[in-house]
């Protein structure tokens, strides 16, 4: 079965830290990838996504993730993170032809001001 | 404004009652879904609609039912067989959902339902 794996539950950062979370999936083919953010009391809402092309995607708020084809990895990163970043992230594949999402466990990240 | 409501934003409820939540979305897209999250789960997939009158089980559909008798409205029934119901539910829209398009999906505020 198609699964996605986050392997950070809890990050606490200190501002201006760098950010790196981890996502992997279980698909050989062909696969979207996204990544979520739900801050707190607001709607889950699209950081980024990977359809094709450039495997480093650019998102809203300065967020970057880089699709590695075989490592099966699609991590999020952000160079200096700021306190409004604290939020739970949320990686998620979508692969075939329906629109499926299969989503990984999720990172709650705190940043400390 | 265009966007994806559900209400109530909290729902209380007594076990072996059935539950309805509601989703309404105005952007016009042709598929739909329920998802639930639980703490440290993730999202998981209840049921999606890709079009009207169509629905297909997601991984957990055991004890939901949903209806799409209309575009905009994707109404989630949560059944009293539901054993574990207390969840935040999540309704997401997108454009459309097979090969003919690959659009990313727009979330609901969520409801969260609370069984006793």
């Known amino acids: 079965a198609q699964s996605v794996s986050q392997h950070n539950h809890h990050v606490i950062l200190s501002e201006a830290a760098s950010l790196e979370l981890g996502c992997n999936y279980s698909?050989?083919?062909?696969?979207?990838l996204f990544w979520y953010v739900q801050y707190p009391g607001q709607h889950l809402q699209l950081l980024l996504k990977?359809?094709?092309?450039?495997?480093l995607v650019k998102g809203i708020k300065g967020f970057e993730a880089e699709f590695i084809k075989s490592k099966f990895s699609f991590n999020l990163r952000k160079p200096s993170v700021q306190w409004s970043d604290t939020a739970e992230y949320f990686c998620?594949?979508?692969?075939?032809?329906?629109?499926?999402?299969?989503f990984g466990q999720g990172t709650t990240l705190q940043v400390k001001p | 404004d265009g966007g994806i409501t559900q209400s109530p934003k909290y729902l209380f409820r007594k076990e072996g009652q059935n539950v309805t939540l509601s989703c309404e979305q105005n952007?016009?897209?042709?598929?739909m879904y329920w998802y639930r999250q639980d703490p440290g789960q993730g999202l998981r997939l209840i049921y999606y609609?890709?079009?009207?009158?169509?629905?297909q089980k997601g991984d957990i559909a055991e004890g939901y039912s949903v209806s799409r008798e209309k575009k905009e409205s994707f109404p989630l029934t949560v059944t009293s067989a539901q054993k574990n119901p207390t969840a935040f539910y999540l309704c997401?829209?997108?454009?459309?959902?097979?090969?003919?398009?690959?659009?990313?999906?727009?979330f609901g505020p969520g409801t969260r339902l609370t069984v006793t």
């Open positions: 997401a829209s997108s454009k459309s959902s097979g090969l003919a398009g690959i659009y990313e999906q727009y």
């Open positions: 698909y050989g083919g062909t696969v979207n």
């Open positions: 990977y359809f094709s092309g450039d495997p």
């Open positions: 998620a594949v979508r692969s075939g032809n329906t629109g499926k999402l299969i």
């Open positions: 952007l016009n897209h042709d598929a």
């Open positions: 609609s890709q079009i009207v009158n169509d629905f």
